[in-house]
Protein backbone atom coordinates (compact mmCIF):
# COMPACT_ATOMS: atom_id res chain seq x y z
CA UNK A 1 0.00 0.00 0.00
CA UNK A 2 1.20 3.22 -1.07
CA UNK A 3 1.87 5.02 2.08
CA UNK A 4 4.05 7.90 4.21
CA UNK A 5 4.96 6.15 7.54
CA UNK A 6 5.60 8.69 10.64
CA UNK A 7 7.18 7.13 13.67
CA UNK A 8 6.53 8.07 16.81
CA UNK A 9 2.51 8.59 16.53
CA UNK A 10 2.80 10.21 20.27
CA UNK A 11 5.68 11.30 22.34
CA UNK A 12 5.70 13.31 25.56
CA UNK A 13 9.41 14.28 26.24
CA UNK A 14 11.47 16.83 28.32
CA UNK A 15 12.78 20.46 27.32
CA UNK A 16 16.40 19.84 26.07
CA UNK A 17 16.41 16.13 25.09
CA UNK A 18 16.81 15.49 21.48
CA UNK A 19 14.35 13.43 19.35
CA UNK A 20 13.88 12.26 15.55
CA UNK A 21 11.08 11.40 14.01
CA UNK A 22 10.73 9.35 11.15
CA UNK A 23 9.25 9.10 7.70
CA UNK A 24 9.51 6.93 5.33
CA UNK A 25 7.69 6.67 2.15
CA UNK A 26 7.40 4.07 -0.38
CA UNK A 27 6.16 5.29 -3.29
CA UNK A 28 9.41 6.78 -5.06
CA UNK A 29 8.79 10.55 -4.48
CA UNK A 30 11.16 13.42 -5.06
CA UNK A 31 9.74 16.15 -2.67
CA UNK A 32 9.51 15.54 0.70
CA UNK A 33 7.64 18.33 3.60
CA UNK A 34 7.30 18.57 7.18
CA UNK A 35 4.50 20.43 8.88
CA UNK A 36 3.13 21.35 12.29
CA UNK A 37 -0.46 22.21 12.95
CA UNK A 38 -0.95 24.02 15.83
CA UNK A 39 -5.11 25.38 16.93
CA UNK A 40 -5.75 28.56 14.71
CA UNK A 41 -2.60 28.56 12.75
CA UNK A 42 -3.54 25.89 9.74
CA UNK A 43 -0.61 23.99 8.73
CA UNK A 44 2.79 25.57 8.35
CA UNK A 45 5.72 24.33 6.72
CA UNK A 46 9.03 23.48 8.66
CA UNK A 47 11.20 21.80 6.08
CA UNK A 48 10.84 20.63 2.05
CA UNK A 49 13.41 18.73 0.11
CA UNK A 50 13.04 18.46 -3.56
CA UNK A 51 15.00 15.51 -4.00
CA UNK A 52 17.84 13.85 -2.36
CA UNK A 53 20.42 16.05 -0.61
CA UNK A 54 18.30 19.00 -1.48
CA UNK A 55 16.61 20.36 1.18
CA UNK A 56 15.18 24.09 2.49
CA UNK A 57 13.49 26.17 4.84
CA UNK A 58 9.38 26.80 4.83
CA UNK A 59 7.96 29.20 7.13
CA UNK A 60 8.93 27.95 10.40
CA UNK A 61 12.29 26.03 10.38
CA UNK A 62 13.76 27.37 13.87
CA UNK A 63 14.47 24.55 16.08
CA UNK A 64 14.37 21.84 13.64
CA UNK A 65 16.87 20.13 11.35
CA UNK A 66 16.44 17.56 8.73
CA UNK A 67 18.63 15.29 6.29
CA UNK A 68 17.59 13.41 2.72
CA UNK A 69 20.06 10.92 2.30
CA UNK A 70 18.04 8.60 0.71
CA UNK A 71 14.85 9.10 -1.60
CA UNK A 72 12.56 7.37 0.84
CA UNK A 73 13.40 8.76 4.14
CA UNK A 74 12.86 12.67 5.44
CA UNK A 75 13.77 12.54 9.16
CA UNK A 76 13.03 16.16 11.05
CA UNK A 77 15.36 16.28 14.09
CA UNK A 78 14.62 18.48 17.18
CA UNK A 79 18.14 18.88 18.82
CA UNK A 80 17.36 20.82 21.80
CA UNK A 81 12.81 20.37 22.20
CA UNK A 82 11.02 23.59 24.00
CA UNK A 83 7.88 23.64 25.00
CA UNK A 84 6.85 25.74 22.34
CA UNK A 85 7.32 23.04 20.05
CA UNK A 86 4.60 20.83 21.54
CA UNK A 87 2.44 20.80 18.28
CA UNK A 88 0.95 17.88 15.97
CA UNK A 89 3.37 16.86 12.94
CA UNK A 90 2.92 15.84 10.09
CA UNK A 91 5.20 14.35 6.78
CA UNK A 92 4.21 14.84 3.80
CA UNK A 93 5.16 13.47 0.01
CA UNK A 94 4.55 13.96 -3.69
CA UNK A 95 6.06 13.71 -7.17
CA UNK A 96 6.52 16.26 -9.94
CA UNK A 97 4.19 18.59 -8.96
CA UNK A 98 4.02 19.45 -5.69
CA UNK A 99 0.67 19.97 -4.96
CA UNK A 100 -1.17 16.54 -4.34
CA UNK A 101 0.48 15.99 -1.32
CA UNK A 102 0.63 11.95 0.66
CA UNK A 103 0.36 12.90 4.09
CA UNK A 104 1.68 11.00 7.07
CA UNK A 105 -1.15 10.02 9.85
CA UNK A 106 0.77 12.49 11.72
CA UNK A 107 3.13 12.80 14.78
CA UNK A 108 1.62 14.48 18.41
CA UNK A 109 4.43 15.79 20.57
CA UNK A 110 4.39 16.97 23.63
CA UNK A 111 7.54 18.85 24.76
CA UNK A 112 7.18 19.56 28.88
CA UNK B 1 5.66 37.47 3.13
CA UNK B 2 3.33 35.25 1.79
CA UNK B 3 -0.21 35.00 3.28
CA UNK B 4 -3.29 32.74 3.03
CA UNK B 5 -6.62 33.86 4.92
CA UNK B 6 -9.56 31.72 5.37
CA UNK B 7 -12.86 32.51 6.31
CA UNK B 8 -15.20 32.30 8.01
CA UNK B 9 -13.08 30.04 10.69
CA UNK B 10 -15.97 27.81 11.41
CA UNK B 11 -19.47 27.38 10.04
CA UNK B 12 -22.36 25.10 11.19
CA UNK B 13 -24.93 24.05 9.51
CA UNK B 14 -27.64 21.42 9.08
CA UNK B 15 -27.80 18.23 6.11
CA UNK B 16 -28.81 20.01 2.55
CA UNK B 17 -27.51 23.47 3.04
CA UNK B 18 -25.06 24.76 0.39
CA UNK B 19 -21.60 26.48 1.78
CA UNK B 20 -19.00 28.52 0.42
CA UNK B 21 -15.30 28.82 2.15
CA UNK B 22 -13.13 31.68 1.18
CA UNK B 23 -9.61 32.10 0.73
CA UNK B 24 -7.56 34.64 -0.09
CA UNK B 25 -4.30 35.34 -1.03
CA UNK B 26 -0.81 37.90 -0.91
CA UNK B 27 2.03 36.24 -2.70
CA UNK B 28 4.87 37.35 -4.08
CA UNK B 29 4.78 34.94 -7.31
CA UNK B 30 1.21 32.84 -7.55
CA UNK B 31 1.97 29.43 -8.25
CA UNK B 32 -1.39 27.55 -7.97
CA UNK B 33 -4.19 27.70 -4.95
CA UNK B 34 -4.53 24.32 -3.51
CA UNK B 35 -7.38 23.07 -1.15
CA UNK B 36 -7.64 19.76 1.09
CA UNK B 37 -9.80 18.24 3.60
CA UNK B 38 -8.28 16.95 7.17
CA UNK B 39 -11.36 14.95 9.13
CA UNK B 40 -9.90 13.55 12.29
CA UNK B 41 -6.61 12.84 10.68
CA UNK B 42 -4.15 14.13 8.08
CA UNK B 43 -5.08 16.24 5.07
CA UNK B 44 -6.17 14.67 1.70
CA UNK B 45 -6.22 16.16 -1.69
CA UNK B 46 -8.99 17.62 -3.33
CA UNK B 47 -8.64 20.44 -5.82
CA UNK B 48 -5.66 22.75 -7.82
CA UNK B 49 -6.33 25.55 -9.24
CA UNK B 50 -4.19 27.66 -11.66
CA UNK B 51 -6.67 29.51 -13.90
CA UNK B 52 -8.92 32.60 -13.19
CA UNK B 53 -12.19 31.22 -13.59
CA UNK B 54 -12.51 27.60 -14.12
CA UNK B 55 -14.70 26.02 -12.33
CA UNK B 56 -13.13 22.24 -10.85
CA UNK B 57 -15.61 20.24 -9.80
CA UNK B 58 -16.23 16.71 -8.17
CA UNK B 59 -19.37 15.60 -7.15
CA UNK B 60 -20.86 18.39 -4.57
CA UNK B 61 -17.60 19.97 -4.28
CA UNK B 62 -16.62 22.96 -6.71
CA UNK B 63 -13.98 25.24 -6.61
CA UNK B 64 -12.71 28.27 -8.67
CA UNK B 65 -10.06 30.56 -8.42
CA UNK B 66 -10.12 34.77 -9.18
CA UNK B 67 -6.59 35.48 -9.89
CA UNK B 68 -7.27 39.33 -10.13
CA UNK B 69 -9.09 39.59 -7.02
CA UNK B 70 -6.77 37.06 -5.23
CA UNK B 71 -9.08 34.50 -4.05
CA UNK B 72 -10.60 31.25 -4.46
CA UNK B 73 -13.75 29.66 -3.04
CA UNK B 74 -14.68 26.15 -2.59
CA UNK B 75 -18.99 25.39 -2.78
CA UNK B 76 -20.55 22.64 -1.60
CA UNK B 77 -23.50 21.71 -2.10
CA UNK B 78 -26.24 19.61 -0.60
CA UNK B 79 -24.19 18.94 2.54
CA UNK B 80 -23.82 15.96 4.02
CA UNK B 81 -22.55 15.01 7.78
CA UNK B 82 -19.76 13.36 6.21
CA UNK B 83 -18.88 16.86 4.87
CA UNK B 84 -17.72 17.82 8.28
CA UNK B 85 -14.18 18.84 8.16
CA UNK B 86 -11.87 21.22 8.71
CA UNK B 87 -10.99 22.56 5.26
CA UNK B 88 -7.59 24.15 4.26
CA UNK B 89 -6.44 26.15 1.40
CA UNK B 90 -2.81 26.61 0.38
CA UNK B 91 -1.08 28.44 -2.09
CA UNK B 92 2.41 27.24 -3.53
CA UNK B 93 3.53 24.44 -5.14
CA UNK B 94 3.95 23.75 -8.87
CA UNK B 95 6.68 21.73 -10.35
CA UNK B 96 9.57 22.97 -9.21
CA UNK B 97 8.64 25.32 -6.36
CA UNK B 98 8.62 23.09 -2.69
CA UNK B 99 7.05 25.79 -0.80
CA UNK B 100 3.52 25.78 0.29
CA UNK B 101 1.83 27.99 2.96
CA UNK B 102 -1.41 27.27 4.36
CA UNK B 103 -4.57 29.10 5.61
CA UNK B 104 -5.78 28.69 9.16
CA UNK B 105 -8.78 26.63 8.11
CA UNK B 106 -12.49 26.34 7.63
CA UNK B 107 -14.26 23.94 10.27
CA UNK B 108 -17.85 22.81 8.95
CA UNK B 109 -19.39 20.88 11.08
CA UNK B 110 -22.53 19.41 9.16
CA UNK B 111 -25.92 18.63 11.94
CA UNK B 112 -28.05 16.02 10.72
Known amino acids: EAQVTQNPRYLITVTGKKLTVTCSQNMNHEYMSWYRQDPGLGLRQIYYSMNVEVTDKGDVPEGYKVSRKEKRNFPLILESPSPNQTSLYFCASSTGGINVLTFGAGSRLTVL | ?112
Not at chain 2, 39 to 64: C, D, H, Y
Open chain 2, 1 to 112: EDKVVQSPLSLVVHEGDTVTLNCSYEVTNFRSLLWYKQEKKAPTFLFMLTSSGIEKKSGRLSSILDKKELFSILNITATQTGDSAVYLCAEGGGTSYGKLTFGQGTILTVHP
